[in-house]
């Protein structure tokens, strides 16, 4: 029933499309769409069948960099996967850091490649350029020749709505990972051996953070003889996952999201699309923040380090000198199974509680991200560029390219073998994830990683510590108390073309000064108290108010 409801909502958006394709001008663009079209004469295998071409194509894709793969061209599931669809890649790799802003220059050249993947290309970008015609439509494609893509629309009900842009178009495909600990990512870690060295709890109040990395500064936890200890540290938003130095904390004055880049800082209370940086709570949060950057207990290099750097502090040489870092696990800031073995001595710091009583723990429902892949204009064959990306569906190239090879970072379960859900287990992981490695592409690629499927994962008998299960443990003990009401999380969201024109501007505008006004209350370039109602002025002057109705009409349009 659910596929034919999806096969029903397809065609009707295919219609649509005709119909608005008909009446727009700019017939340029609806000819290059023919001309790439699904329609056009395929060089593609029959679907759910492999080689997906009988004759070796290649296949243009651009990539952001990734710490954790030495080489996307020879990569172990590069080739495994080219040998496999007879589709070879020329790689595009673009700085982690620097992504966004390398996404925005191609898109501008119009030197696109054939694929962009694993971007997390917002609904606004997709609406603009979809509408260009510089991606393509992806509707006859799912209809022609998606066979696990398809299956994964048919039992998630409600993605097929989420990824339909207003024009009845699907523009980029997601990358669903139904993940638990990852819908409660933002965490705090802080390091075990000096609390107990110093006879000191795991903090639960923003006071009693306080105090614990004062003790961290003051009381030479590492035994050195040395002031060499760094309190807390993290990374700039973009640059390590959930490592900002205002996401978790935040949290403890206002409900604060910084898991998508286009809903940063955004919630929905009462219905009411919100921003958390324009509310008094944000102003006390970042007095505390000030507070501790001013005594010395966050790290300074927090707002411009990158995940690479942050990895070498927790992975320093020697004696330990990180307290407490901001991530969505250990292998943020150490090596997961390193030899340091330092990871395992990091705990998680429960959603805290602020001054006023919050406590949040920040949550996003949503078991799927969009934007991950988009096929452009200029791919010759984007039959092949749509089956390529139909593949990274299929549950064994899901564990291919996110862990590994079979038999080597995992293996079929055994009988007997229990998973993290208390359920028979159906594979076993063999190695860790979290290691610089040259055998898979670390989430890269879309895939399709049911919540079923991560936690049928054999939890280890053997006494062996599984970063799976210790986030498993350490959100259901420290954060799924805290979470909020899932209807304060705001859904990604499409508009129109011109909501998404306005977006464009006003997102780049507002998110930029927020994330530079925070820096300067922080460090205290600007006062918080004094500086507070020019803040709040020029966020007016910039339409924050405009860039709020925008979100509220299109999540009122997607309910109803």
């Known amino acids: 029933m659910r596929m034919k409801r999806w096969s029903a909502l397809l065609l009707s958006a295919m219609m649509m499309t005709v119909i608005l394709l008909s009446a727009c001008s700019g017939g340029g663009d609806k000819g290059a769409a023919e001309e790439n079209g699904a329609d056009a004469e395929s060089i593609v295998t029959e679907k759910g069948t492999f080689p997906i071409v009988k004759e070796k194509v290649t296949l243009k894709v651009m990539v952001p960099s990734n710490s954790l793969v030495e080489n996307f061209e020879t990569n172990e599931f590069t080739k ?184 940063v800082h955004m919630y929905v209370q009462d219905g009411k699309v919100e921003v958390a940086y324009n509310k008094p709570e944000w102003r006390e949060g970042l007095k505390y923040l000030h507070k501790l950057y001013s005594e010395g207990l966050i790290d300074p290099q927090v707002f411009t380090q990158d995940s690479d750097q942050l990895l070498k502090l927790g992975e320093s040489s020697g ?110 992981k063999l190695k860790e994830y979290g290691q610089i490695q040259n055998v898979h592409w670390e989430q890269t690629a879309p895939t399709y990683r049911s919540n079923e499927l991560r936690l049928s994962s054999a939890v280890p008998n053997d006494g062996k510590p599984s970063l799976e299960v210790i986030l498993y443990n350490e959100t259901k003990k420290n954060y799924d108390p805290y979470k909020p009401n899932a209807d304060m999380a705001l859904p990604q969201l499409f508009f129109t073309d011109e909501q998404a024109a306005e977006l464009s501007d006003l997102s780049k505008t507002i998110n930029d000064y927020v994330d530079e006004m925070m820096a300067r209350f922080i460090i205290g370039d600007a006062d918080p108290d004094k500086d507070w109602d020019t803040y709040i002025q020029t966020l007016e002057g910039m339409n924050v108010t405009r860039f709020l109705e925008i979100h509220q009409e299109s999540l009122d349009t997607k309910k109803k």
């Not at 015609?133 to 006859?140: A, K």
């Open 80 to 263: 495994w996967y080219e040998e496999k669809t007879n589709v070879r890649v020329e790689w595009i790799v673009v700085p982690q850091q620097s992504a966004s802003e390398k996404l925005n220059l191609m898109l501008a050249s119009g030197d696109y490649p054939d694929v962009i993947m694993s971007f997390g290309v917002t609904p606004a970008q997709q609406m603009i350029y979809g509408k260009q015609g510089v991606f393509l439509s992806l509707n006859d494609y799912i209809d022609k020749y998606s066979v696990n893509f398809k299956k994964a629309l048919d039992e998630n009900e409600v993605l097929g709505p989420a990824i339909t842009a207003p024009d009845g178009n699907i523009y980029a495909l997601p990358s669903i990972n139904d993940c638990y600990h990852c819908s409660m990512a933002q965490k705090m870690w802080i390091y075990k051996p000096w609390l107990d060295k110093l006879g000191l709890k795991v903090p639960t109040t923003t006071d009693e953070l306080y105090t614990v990395l004062k003790a961290f500064k003051e009381k030479d936890p590492n035994g050195n003889g040395k002031a060499d200890e760094v309190v807390l540290s993290g990374a700039p938003r973009g640059s390590g996952w959930l490592s900002s130095i205002d996401g978790f904390i935040m949290n403890a004055f206002v409900f604060n999201s910084t898991f998508s880049e286009s809903r």
């Open 319 to 428: 004696d330990v000198v990180l307290g407490a870092a901001l991530g969505g696990h250990q292998g943020v800031f150490t090596q997961i199974a390193g030899e340091s073995g330092r990871w395992l001595d990091y705990v998680t710091v429960p959603a805290l509680k602020g001054p006023n009583g919050v406590q949040y723990a920040a949550y996003n429902p949503f078991g799927y991200s969009l934007g991950a892949y988009l096929i452009t204009k200029n791919s010759k064959h984007p039959d092949v560029a749509f089956r390529w990306a139909d593949g990274f569906y299929d549950e064994e190239v899901s564990l291919r390219t996110t862990i590994g090879r079979p038999g080597e970072e995992w293996r079929e379960a055994k009988e007997g073998e229990i998973g993290i859900n208390g359920k028979p287990a159906k594979w076993a």
